[in-house]
């Protein structure tokens, strides 16, 4: 492959990774913990968006409990943006391959 083919396709698949990064900025995903009672959006990209409480699961005298359950809906929320973003990457895996780099 000649180095010119080589620099397009490079220059191709950087133009694909940045329009994938906005995509993923405009895509939500929902963790969700104590069976509904907190749920958490966050876009592809890992960052929060918005917290969302039952008036059910806020007890003053169990700060603990939902503390616990904001935090296990944080890291679901994160778990799915991951695969989210790891899916989108997926599909360019082929064109790396055709880089020499996969």
Known sequence: MKM????????????????????LLKEEVEGISGGGMVRVKAN?????LAITLEKEVVDPE?????EDLILAAINDAI?????LAN?????MA????NL???
């Open 62 to 66: 169990d700060v603990d409990m939902l």
């Open 94 to 97: 082929p064109g790396l391959g």
């Open 44 to 48: 592809g990209q890992g960052d929060i």
């Open 87 to 91: 899916s989108r990457m997926g599909k």
């Open 100 to 102: 020499g780099i996969m």
């Open 4 to 23: 010119n083919n080589l620099m397009k396709q490079a220059q191709k698949m950087q133009a694909q990774m940045m329009k994938m990064q906005e995509e």
């Open 79 to 83: 778990k799915k943006s991951k695969e």
